[in-house]
């Protein structure tokens, strides 16, 4: 891991007053860069070449003579022909001189190496650099090693795919969609032997990642990703706060449930098997009983963190799980950063942020809101890693 003191010594020599809000534009980039616009900051945006239009022309940032904002979010684009050219030492020094506050997202710790994030990005991260390598499945220290520890509840694990005995979900890598899953359920170890062997037939997983694979029972349920955010800063109300509650759209998995079940049992080859890659979101709530649970989990993932981390959850985090029919949380996944579905609630907000601070608040604002405050309180070091 970088050296605190050399991520420090980097935001000694920023101008504040001038800082920006930078990220990867991508996944959940338009959320960020409306709530930094919102607070007073500018946007930085780093595109790929070919990947530019959404950030650099649709929602391009226009501001009147005294620099309000009356149009779009992203002041600046910088493209790059492949975004690892981020690493370089030379782009590296210009995020520093343009006084650039990065924040991590999916793409980010995708499209780049992990090892070179936590030990060679020397700009500071909003957010827990250290804690970004959690989200990979397969990991000494994953987040399913996080959640134990934390006694959080989580699907049952199949270590062996011959002991198979009810429905459950096979998790791993697409083969072709590097960035997307490969996900498939099956009720009986002959399912999953038929539906692996067509999968790698066709391509969309490999020998290899089937046999690393994480095999859990499959919770019935629906699905609650619950954007939670951590502040270090808070010293009067709750440090932890909801702010607000997504769920996922997955093709070609949301066009197989829409059929009716005779129909469905008529899909063969290519359209047999469901993928499960995520394509957009949407706006949930939960009965007001089971709030509290939800804050529960986020109290014992917060205290987790910071007893097995250097700095713990610093900003936004999201618990992704589904509710079984005794109204049990059950998690599956683990965003240690700003979650994927965030963009349904930029300039809107969510009930439950809104409600809190009586105001639009999107986890973009709600970091950007964070960001204000260590500048104007003198401890942007108690949120940057």
């Known amino acids: 891991m970088i050296d605190r003191e050399k991520v420090l010594a980097a935001l000694e020599g920023y101008d504040l007053e001038k800082a920006k809000i930078g990220m990867v534009a991508s996944h959940s980039a338009l959320d960020v860069c409306d709530g930094a616009v919102e607070e007073g900051f500018r946007t930085l945006g780093i595109c790929q070449e070919g990947r530019e239009k959404t950030y650099a022309r649709y929602f391009r940032c226009q501001r009147d003579a005294a620099g309000k904002v009356v149009r779009g979010v992203v002041d600046e684009c910088w493209v790059l022909e492949k975004f690892r050219e981020m690493m370089t030492p030379e782009f590296q020094q210009r995020l520093r001189k343009e006084n650039v506050l990065f924040v991590p997202n999916r793409s980010f710790t995708s499209y780049i190496d992990l090892h070179e994030i936590e030990d060679d990005f020397a700009v500071p991260l909003v957010g827990s650099r250290d804690l970004l390598r959690s989200e990979e499945r397969g990991e000494e220290r994953d987040y399913y090693w996080l959640l134990e520890k934390a006694g959080m509840p989580f699907p049952k694990r199949i270590v062996d795919p011959k002991e198979i005995d009810g429905l459950v979900i096979v998790k791993l890598h697409h083969k072709v969609k590097k960035l997307e899953r490969g996900f498939f359920t099956a009720a009986s170890y ?10 790698i037939a066709g391509d969309v997983i490999t020998e290899e990642d089937l046999r690393d694979a994480r095999i859990e029972e499959y919770v019935i349920g629906p699905v609650f990703n619950l954007d939670f955010f ?26 197989h449930v829409r059929l009716p079940a005779p ?9 047999e098997t469901p993928e499960y890659t995520v394509c957009g979101h949407n706006s949930a709530t939960m009965r007001e009983s089971l709030i509290e649970e939800a804050f529960v989990l986020a109290e014992k993932y917060v205290k987790a963190t910071q007893e097995h981390y250097e700095t713990g959850i610093i900003g936004p985090f999201c ?12 998690i599956y996944d683990v965003a240690p950063r700003v979650g994927g579905g965030t963009n349904v609630h930029m300039w809107v907000g969510h009930p439950y942020g809104n409600t809190t601070w009586r105001t639009n608040m999107s986890t973009g604002r709600r970091l950007a809101v964070e960001v204000r405050r260590a500048i104007e309180t003198g401890q942007v070091d108690r949120i940057v890693t």
Do not use: N
């Open 190 to 199: 002959e399912e999953y032997r038929k539906k692996s062997r067509a999968l």
């Open 230 to 255: 951590y502040s270090p800063l808070e010293t009067t109300m709750e440090r932890i706060e909801l702010i607000g509650v997504d769920w996922r759209f997955e093709t070609s998995l949301d066009g």
């Open 263 to 271: 129909q469905q049992m008529t899909l063969v080859g290519s359209q």
């Open 319 to 330: 618990l992704q799980t589904c509710v079984d029919k005794d109204l049990k949380f059950h």
